[in-house]
């Protein structure tokens, strides 16, 4: 079954559709409260990948040399910041250089890995979403609602239910079976 909704521009009714993609996430995700982050990757893009929950290998053969967990966060191409104290660590827009992207990579896995989970917040005006940590760490995505490139979400989630839940881009949300994905 997929469920979503589209729409990319602020309005009253853009803010009762975001109220509800909260309400949603909110249900979602709660299971998630508690969980370890296991394991802080970057793919295709340094996009940021956090892996909650038990680990396990992938099913395809070229890839049962790595794992996975139960739970899988991914940005797409969202602009972040991680925080600790509420103080900026890192703006993941900031690295330039070779070395610079190494270190805010670097700086990320050693901040996040091992860490619970314990709030998962999302504004409903900005869409901004909030994962707080123990020791304090804050990951704060900055989705940018007026952006009028349509085609990739601003964060998904790969839940143990088989199921993905994808949030943006603009007030998008959906959430189908990881078999109906494409």
Avoid at 8 to 23: R, T
Avoid at 84 to 104: G, I, W
Avoid at 105 to 124: F, M, P
Avoid at 133 to 162: G, H, I, K, R, V
Wanted: glycine letters at 4%; a negative charge; aromatic letters at 10%.
């Amino acid at each position: 079954m997929v469920t979503s909704k589209r729409s990319s521009h602020f309005s009253e009714k853009n803010l009762g559709l975001s109220k509800k993609i909260v309400e949603i996430v909110t249900i979602l995700t709660d299971p998630l409260i508690g969980e370890t982050c296991y394991q802080v990757r970057f793919s295709y893009g340094d996009e940021l990948r956090l892996n909650f929950g038990e680990l396990s290998p992938y099913e395809h053969p070229k890839l049962k040399h790595l794992e996975k967990g139960s739970w899988q966060f991914g940005t797409r191409a969202t602009p972040w910041l991680l925080k600790k104290d509420h103080q900026t660590l890192l703006n993941s827009q900031n690295p330039e250089t070779e070395e610079e992207l190494k270190d805010a990579k670097e700086l990320t896995i050693n901040s996040l890995e091992n860490q619970k989970i314990l709030k998962l917040d999302l504004n409903s005006e900005s869409l901004e979403l909030q994962l707080s940590f123990t020791e304090n760490y804050q990951l704060l995505l900055q989705p940018d609602l007026n952006d009028d490139d349509l085609s990739l979400a601003d964060w998904e989630l790969f839940m143990p239910t088989q199921q993905i839940l994808e949030v943006g881009p603009g007030y998008f949300w959906s959430c189908k079976s990881i078999h109906e994905r494409y």
